[in-house]
């Protein structure tokens, strides 16, 4: 199949075929014919499966008819990042119509925002808690939006967002087209979609899993080593960019400084920042002006990066789900990744939740020659830990990444990982 199979106004497939795509994506290849016949749409898909122009492409298709200048689609996200990288995507295709869309988020000023609304568009990409105060200044009437869309809503539970998004609906023609994404279906979600979807398509990607391209593995160490653990892997490790995730906001920052004085290209990222700075980040990041960005689970939410070759848990998630959005970050559109977690022994019952929603051990790592004092790291996480899989086959496999090698630091020269069993 080719995009010109969806026969998409011509304006939009000059946008289609500068952005370089030519074979939908299989959320693509599914989802775009329902939308563009007027169905509610349940969208269960892992990030990086091209979702997003599986929504784009078919509302600006409608728009190309009808009023203009009045909001009629009306697309919610978690986070500004996301939200800018959606109106950036509708501003590329739809560059050939007459069609306008604007990005509203908080952390910046309202004019710009308003003086958008006030000249006339017909997308809004928004953040619930702007999006409402847009609304409650009378700045924004939703009353014309045909069709909503709510994107990554698993994340905007996670966020403590639901009661916004409901506020927001109250605001809409309950005549629309509704579309719901997301990565994962916890009750609250799917409560919320049998409240807001009618009669709905179900479309899924794949089982709510990670990638099938991305492979794990489990290093073992004391809380007090995991900061010369990681410096160690960084070392001795060929790398392309390095997504490391943290806890909280504070380690981010610190934890970022520390790589930053042992040479490393690297930023962080984190919910005290100013919009511009998290801008200046994320931009640094996608260009390849940093290779490292460290980050907490929010701030790390909507990032497009495709060539991210490394996510490492500096701390282990909360939860599975919280696992899973992680290592979404790699192994992107087919490309592979590995995903790297540093457990302590606190974490074990974690560990085992994550291996049993993956439904197979974490590959157990040891970086050789690396001091880990009185600590084993082979006697930890047995007890729980689901057996292995007995056909070989089904056995993840190590991928050591790619892209440009970090020096090597005192003459070491890079030994392969230590594997055991467990």
């Known amino acids: 199949m080719k995009f010109e199979d969806f026969s998409f106004d011509p304006r939009i497939e000059v946008g289609i075929k500068a952005a370089g795509y030519e074979t939908p994506t299989p959320i693509q290849a599914e989802a775009i014919p329902i939308v563009l016949q007027g169905h509610d749409l349940l969208g269960l898909a892992q990030t990086g499966t091209g979702k997003t122009a599986a929504f784009l492409l078919p509302i600006l298709q409608r728009l190309t008819k009808?009023?203009?200048?009045?909001?009629?689609?009306?697309?919610?996200?978690?986070?500004?990042?996301?939200?800018?990288?959606?109106?950036q995507a509708s501003f590329d295709f739809g560059r050939k119509t007459r069609i306008r869309s604007t990005a509203i988020y908080g952390g910046v000023s309202k004019r710009p925002q308003e003086t958008a609304l006030h000249r006339g568009v017909e997308i809004v990409v928004a953040c619930p808690g702007r999006l409402l105060d847009?609304?409650?200044?009378?700045?924004?009437?939703?009353?014309?939006?045909?069709?909503?869309?709510?994107?990554?809503?698993?994340?905007?539970?996670?966020?403590?967002?639901?009661?916004?998004?409901?506020?927001?609906?109250?605001?809409?023609?309950?005549?629309?087209?509704?579309?719901?994404?997301?990565?994962?279906?916890?009750?609250?979600?799917?409560?919320?979609?049998?409240?807001?979807?009618?009669?709905?398509?179900?479309v899924q990607i794949g089982r709510i899993a990670p990638a099938k391209t991305v492979s794990h593995a489990l290093f073992p160490v004391p809380k007090t080593l995991r900061k010369k653990l990681l410096l160690a892997f960084l070392q001795r490790t060929a790398t392309g960019r390095v997504l490391v995730?943290?806890?909280?906001?504070?380690?981010?920052?610190?934890?970022?400084?520390?790589?930053?004085?042992?040479?490393?290209?690297?930023?962080?990222?984190?919910?005290?920042?100013?919009?511009?700075?998290?801008?200046?980040?994320?931009?640094?990041?996608?260009?390849?002006?940093?290779?490292?960005?460290?980050?907490?689970?929010?701030?790390?939410?909507?990032?497009?990066?495709?060539?991210?070759?490394?996510?490492?848990?500096?701390?282990?998630?909360?939860?599975?789900?919280?696992?899973?959005?992680?290592?979404?970050?790699?192994?992107?559109?087919?490309?592979?990744?590995e995903a790297i977690t540093f457990a302590i022994p606190d974490d074990a019952a974690m560990v085992h939740d994550i291996e049993k929603t993956l439904k197979t051990n974490l590959e157990r790592r040891r970086l050789p020659d690396f001091d880990y004092g009185d600590f084993d790291p082979e006697t930890q996480f047995q007890a729980k830990s689901p057996p292995r899989p007995k056909s070989k086959q089904n056995a993840p496999k190590a991928h050591r990444?790619?892209?440009?090698?970090?020096?090597?630091?005192?003459?070491?020269?890079?030994?392969?990982?230590?594997?055991?069993?467990?």
Do not use: W
């Open 66 to 87: 009808g009023p203009l200048r009045q909001v009629r689609a009306l697309i919610v996200t978690p986070t500004r990042e996301l939200a800018e990288q959606i109106y």
């Open 401 to 422: 990444g790619s892209g440009h090698k970090r020096p090597h630091r005192g003459g070491s020269k890079r030994k392969p990982y230590r594997r055991f069993k467990d």
């Open 245 to 337: 995730f943290t806890r909280t906001k504070r380690r981010a920052h610190t934890l970022a400084l520390d790589l930053a004085k042992r040479g490393y290209r690297v930023t962080s990222l984190q919910g005290n920042m100013r919009q511009s700075r998290r801008q200046q980040a994320i931009n640094g990041y996608r260009s390849g002006k940093y290779d490292i960005l460290v980050a907490t689970d929010i701030a790390a939410r909507g990032i497009d990066v495709t060539e991210i070759s490394h996510v490492i848990n500096f701390d282990i998630p909360d939860t599975v789900d919280a696992y899973t959005h992680r290592i979404g970050r790699t192994g992107r559109a087919e490309q592979t990744g």
């Open 134 to 202: 847009l609304v409650g200044d009378g700045s924004i009437n939703l009353s014309q939006v045909e069709i909503l869309v709510l994107d990554e809503a698993d994340r905007m539970c996670d966020m403590g967002f639901l009661p916004d998004i409901r506020r927001i609906i109250k605001q809409l023609p309950t005549e629309r087209q509704t579309l719901f994404f997301s990565a994962t279906m916890p009750n609250d979600i799917r409560k919320l979609a049998d409240t807001i979807l009618n009669d709905p398509i179900t």
